[in-house]
């Protein structure tokens, strides 16, 4: 359904209005501080993605609303402190986009995608009275794949890539072989080096190709987890424990697996 914008005015105004009366008249939202929402606010995030990953409207129109509460009452802390309110986040948000995007409301050129994540960076950069450095906008708490994966973007923004992605496969095969040759010398802190820089190759590689790795490595975990559930149940079907099994017992469910499954 389409809502009006005057109709979703509304609704936002109603929704500021309920955790007004919540704050005040509820034990639980009235005793919340930055810091006890925050992990509150991770775990609704990943169950946002979640739901993009399932794509499934319902859940993820949920899942949007729980991270909107979590915006709203941040900015109605601030606002308890005199420090800002929601309007001063709508406003900061709005003149950055307007800012960040000369394309649409200045007179600077980007014909495609590239080109505007590529202006985004600069005018980044430029923010800050050019203080700020290229890297310096990669949250250090972000999970190591996805950090990899904006270093990456990031770095390729400002012109330091590859001059094609063909290229890239030459460094995935040099830190194979550099992994490998680790493993021969047997020195767990240089295996594990090696293995991060194959890792960070490998995630540069699928960049390159117009792949997002997190995403990637999702489908590949939940296609992982529905083969392997496939080989439990069988096994439970006929009597037998996983750790009794054979790996060719298992192999061969398996196999069977992703016949019946399709995935």
Not at 132 to 158: D, S, Y
Request: hydrophobic letters at 40%.
């Amino acid at each position: 359904m389409n809502h009006t914008r005057a109709e979703q005015l509304e609704s936002i105004r109603r929704l500021l209005d309920t955790l007004d009366i919540l704050r005040v008249k509820c034990p639980w939202d009235a005793k919340q501080t930055n810091e006890s929402l925050r992990p509150n606010t991770i775990e609704e995030v990943y169950e946002l993605t979640q739901a993009l990953l399932d794509d499934k409207p319902d859940e993820i129109k949920k899942e949007l609303g729980d991270v909107l509460l979590h915006v709203i009452f941040y900015a109605k802390i601030g606002s308890e402190s005199g420090r800002f309110d929601i309007g001063d986040v709508a406003e900061a948000l709005n003149d950055k986009l307007i800012f960040r995007h000369p394309h649409i409301f200045g007179n600077v050129k980007a014909d495609d995608a590239d080109a505007v994540a590529q202006n985004w960076e600069q005018i980044k950069l430029k923010e800050k009275g050019g203080n700020k450095t290229v890297l310096a906008g990669v949250p250090a708490a972000l999970p190591a794949l996805v950090k990899a994966f904006r270093i990456q973007e990031k770095a390729a923004n400002v012109g330091f890539d590859w001059e094609s992605r063909e290229q890239v496969w030459d460094k995935v095969a040099e830190e194979t072989t550099e992994v490998a040759a680790a493993i021969k010398v047997d020195k767990k802190e240089d295996i594990e080096a090696e293995f991060g820089d194959l890792l960070f190759s490998i995630i540069n590689a699928a960049r390159l190709y117009g792949v997002n790795p997190e995403n990637a490595l999702e489908r590949t975990n939940r296609k992982f987890i529905s083969r392997f559930n496939y080989i439990e149940e069988k096994a439970k079907e006929a009597g037998r424990k996983l750790g009794e099994m054979t790996l060719d017992e298992m192999d061969a469910l398996w196999n069977e697996a992703k016949k019946e499954t399709g995935i």
